[in-house]
């Protein structure tokens, strides 16, 4: 029996409206290698927010290895020794799945990972550098908005969650207004 949840939320578009940025923060480019730590991470960083908006499934969601492959050049991992323990995207114009090892949230990592993305993307000559981000995240907003992003479109996102036949989850959007959303 094939089970189906309807899912809606908000989200913002926030563009950057600040200065230049330097950053002295060394990330390394993602490597296969590398997959099942950021695999860890990915899932780990996003569960509660999917929990909270009923995104299934909540903890198993991470893009496939060959996915990443095609993206690698733009996906930045930070490591504490041998642990990957923040990441952060720079496709094209846009930053994306940025997320900081539980454990080492709340020690400015988060901004670090966004002053070196917003440098590496003002060194290329991207822009305007955007962003997403779910209406619930009050946390990551405050930060984008203290760092110079300013939200400039709102949307209500819309999507369903189906549970096949094994019992696994996935997820589809069914709308996402004009807002490029993964």
Known sequence: ?????????????????GGNILSDLSLVPFEEQYYEQYKNLINSCFYEMRKAL??????KFCESLEELKEQKKDIFLLFDDEKVICTVSCLGNEIGSLAVDLAYQRQ???????????SHMQSRGDSPIKLTVTKWNR???ALYERLGFEITKETTIKGISTKDADGNWHF?????GDLQVR
């Not at 400015?108 to 917003?118: H, P, S, T, V, W």
């Open 172 to 176: 589809a959007f069914t709308s996402t």
């Open 54 to 59: 009923n995104i299934q499934p909540y903890g």
């Open 108 to 118: 400015g990592y988060g901004r670090k990972l966004m002053e070196f993305a917003l």
């Open 139 to 141: 946390h990551a907003i």
């Open 1 to 17: 029996m094939v089970e189906t949840q309807t899912v809606k939320f908000d989200m913002y578009e926030m563009s950057y409206k």
